[in-house]
């Protein structure tokens, strides 16, 4: 775990040892994906994203014990959330419609329970860019992505989250009308998610927010570098604004992730016309 940052392996280190204590002999494997495997942990900012292998299903009294370790490491760690899934071997390789459902938390809070989506981009993340922390190593693990559905998943994404996302933005007096005024994090999650799905229908690959914005610094007018610069700013925790109106900021944030949202679709459509 040398090369896997001091803050993740403080987190870790206490969660494998509870989890010992409380769920003895059950995991098999642990994987990270996302900001810590592609080198771009924050430790103010950066979820621990995981996925973690158990050698059985679980009962309910071990899925209660399961919330009460999250519970725990959210308590010890409020600055830093575990967030993960908790499959069997078999549903990693091999998932199909009886696979059981899984155990998954976010935001540091079990969630319920769910399908382990093996075209997902967290599925991608990990089998391209996945760090072994314990047990199975990656490079053995038999799965497969298949990326003609992920992106159409992906365009899907777009054109339901972010852009319902956006519109929410827009309505007058919502919570996220206002919130996109004074909530800093709006703003970097608004214009940073939307240009790591645009790296994507670009690159055939995944990066990180701060990798998104970077990329779309080097490939998209100058007009938006500001609101780009902006949100790079707030990810990375600098005090000083490239702006002096909110006003200024919202509308920017708004017109890029329309733009990006378009150029995205584009993109896609482009993309599956020269496949064809």
Known sequence: MNHIPVRVNE???????????????LLDSYYLYGS???????????????????????SEIEIHRLKDIHYHMQKRFPHTTLDGVYI?????????KNTPLCPY?????????????????????????????????????????????????????LNTYWRNWANDCKQFLSLKYIGLFFNLGMIEWGVLGVSR????????????????????????????HKIINESMRLRKGNKKSFYTSVF???????DYMEFIIRESNRLFTEDNRLRK
């Open 248 to 254: 200024a900021r919202r509308k920017d944030a708004l």
């Open 88 to 96: 069997l071997q078999i549903d990693l390789e091999s998932p199909n």
């Open 197 to 224: 799905l645009y790296y994507t229908f670009r690159e055939k690959d995944i990066t990180s927010k701060v990798g998104a914005g970077e990329y779309a610094l080097r490939t998209v007018p100058q007009k938006w």
């Open 11 to 25: 987190v870790l280190s206490v969660y494998f040892d509870f989890f010992e204590s409380k769920l003895p002999n």
């Open 105 to 157: 938390f976010n935001d540091g809070k079990f969630q319920g329970f769910k399908k382990f989506d093996q075209n997902s981009i967290d599925a991608y993340q990990l089998k391209k860019y996945g760090v072994t922390v314990r047990g199975e190593k990656l490079e053995n693990v038999n799965f497969d992505v298949n990326w003609d559905v992920l992106i159409e998943n992906m365009r899907a994404n």
């Open 36 to 58: 810590t495997s592609l080198g771009e942990y924050n430790e103010r900012q950066s979820d621990i994203d995981f996925i973690a292998v158990v050698k059985r299903e679980m």
